[in-house]
């Protein structure tokens, strides 16, 4: 395989490698291991970073949504094997299970205008679910 690179890149790219006393190979390796464990991959294709709690589209564009949206889309994440109850989103993002579920409609809607419909399902009288 082979990388084109400006001179400027490859010259912080030798000079990072020499500081970490890396190889260029090893150091692709750890980038890709690392960009493949923090993220989930959604079916069409978007793509959630869980270090940075950003969603990206297909094309690998940041989608534009804010911090509380992000936060949830993090927490069903990471609990993605079960719906996740109202009171639970509610005690994560906002530290307290009392926020209006209207709250929360309001901001999983901000998450399916700004992605796709599917990306959130709704389980009646249980919760939500990635």
């Not at 000079?15 to 006393?21: D, M, S």
């Not at 609990?79 to 926020?99: G, H």
Request: aromatic share 10%; net charge positive.
């Amino acid at each position: 395989m082979e990388i084109k690179l400006s001179k400027q890149t490859e010259e912080k790219l030798t000079n990072h490698l020499k500081q970490r006393n890396i190889d260029v190979n090893d150091y692709i390796q750890e980038l890709i291991t690392k960009d493949i464990s923090n993220a989930f991959y959604f079916q069409s294709g978007y793509k959630f970073n869980l270090v940075n709690s950003r969603l990206y589209d297909p094309k690998g564009i940041e989608v534009e949504l804010s911090n509380k949206p992000c936060l949830i889309l993090k927490f069903l994440i990471l609990n993605k094997d079960r719906p996740v109850a109202t009171q639970e989103i509610s005690q994560y993002i906002w530290n307290t299970p009392d926020t209006s579920v209207f709250t929360i409609r309001n901001m999983i809607k901000k998450i399916r205008d700004e992605s796709y419909r599917d990306i959130i399902t709704n389980y009646m009288n249980l919760g939500y679910k990635i």
